[in-house]
């Protein structure tokens, strides 16, 4: 069993920061690509950021500049600072790793429960 578990989400004004982290756990043998997604209210889910695990990444064009994905391969965890945070910026945001269970088995995409980020004065 792999488990994603989130956490830092809160309520924040707008011009704040907040750190997200995910902690992977379970059977991992190794990870691949994690990265963060993030869902509004009536929205698709869609990408933020996300980091291979020789540590290039990518970001969404609305989060350039603002928001940094980093991760701690040591410890199966993916963090994701947010600066200069916006109301539109409200989301559940989720983690997301591809990893694998054994040496030769195959990897699998695992998602966390979601942690609430909402940006209002």
């Known amino acids: 069993q792999v488990q994603l578990v989130e956490s830092g989400g809160g309520l924040v004004q707008p011009g704040g920061s907040l750190r997200l982290s995910c902690v992977a756990s379970g059977s991992i043998f190794s990870i691949n690509d994690m990265g963060w997604y993030r869902q509004a209210p009536g929205q698709e889910r869609e990408l933020v950021a996300s980091?291979?695990?020789?540590?290039?990444?990518s970001y969404a064009d609305s989060v350039k500049g603002r928001f940094t994905i980093s991760r701690d391969n040591a410890k199966n965890t993916v963090y994701l600072q947010m600066n200069s945070l916006k109301p539109e910026d409200t989301a559940v945001y989720y983690c997301?790793?591809?990893?694998?269970?054994?040496?030769?088995?195959?990897?699998?995409?695992?998602w966390g429960q979601g942690t609430q980020v909402t940006v209002s004065s």
């Open positions: 997301n790793a591809v990893l694998s269970g054994a040496k030769y088995a195959p990897s699998y995409n695992y």
């Open positions: 980091t291979t695990s020789g540590g290039r990444s």
